[in-house]
Structure formats: structure tokens, C-alpha cells
């Protein structure tokens, strides 16, 4: 399957929407994508992983590496994510202790404390 990305703005929030597989093959393009908007300007990213089928450690790690890189820019990063299958693989890496997840972009948006994993 293949990879795709698609960008939006919401409020003043980048909205980085993500589709197919994310693994070691699709994974560079993601981070391509994500360094891309960070160096453009943007400060506040939600990444939508709505349409993501399979997700692996290298996809983790590029997730890992662009909240990094929003930090030491004073940005934020949040993700959405309301699949249980990928819910369990972020509970299982202790990702969900790290980055802040929302069932919606709304609630991502928002900042509130609706987080998928509460």
C-alpha cells in the first residue's frame, strides 16, 4: 500500500492527514514532510493518522523525531488517533505517555483534554 499526505489548516493548527502504511519503506516521506513544514514556518502540527492501515517502529520514530524538532522550535505536536489497533502499539511502546493523542481534530485543536487513551 501506498502513502499518503495531505496538509490543511485548522485554526492555527497544520493539520498533516496520513494514509496507508508507514513503514520502513513509506517512512521517509513522512518525515520528509514533516521537516518540510517545520523549517517553512509552521509551529503547531496534528498529525491525523485516521487513514493509517499499519504503523512500524521506523514510523514511530519518525513521529518521535518531528516532536523533537517542534519543541526546540517552541511549537506543539499532537496526533489523532482513534484506532485501537494503533491506540495498542503507542500503550505498548509507552508512546502514549509521550505524545498527546485525541479521538478528533477538533479535540486536537482544541488542546482540550479529550484524549483518546483517558
Known amino acids: 500500500m501506498e ?20 513503514d520502513v519503506y513509506t517512512a521517509p516521506r513522512l518525515r520528509e514532510r ?13 498529525v491525523d493518522l485516521g487513514g493509517v492501515e499499519f504503523l512500524d517502529s521506523t514510523g514511530l520514530g519518525v ?28 500503550r505498548i511502546t509507552a508512546l502514549d505517555q509521550v505524545f498527546p493523542i485525541f479521538p478528533t481534530i477538533e479535540a486536537a485543536t482544541r488542546g482540550s483534554d479529550d484524549s483518546a487513551l483517558s
Do not use: P
Open 3 to 22: 502513502l499518503s499526505l495531505a496538509t490543511r489548516s485548522v485554526e492555527e493548527h497544520t493539520v498533516l492527514e496520513v494514509g496507508g502504511e508507514v
Open 34 to 46: 514533516l521537516v518540510e513544514l517545520v523549517d517553512s514556518g509552521v509551529r503547531n502540527v496534528v
Open 63 to 90: 513521529l518521535v523525531g518531528a516532536m523533537k524538532r517542534l519543541r526546540v522550535a517552541n511549537g506543539s505536536f499532537s496526533l489523532v488517533c482513534s484506532k485501537e489497533a494503533l491506540l495498542k502499539i503507542f
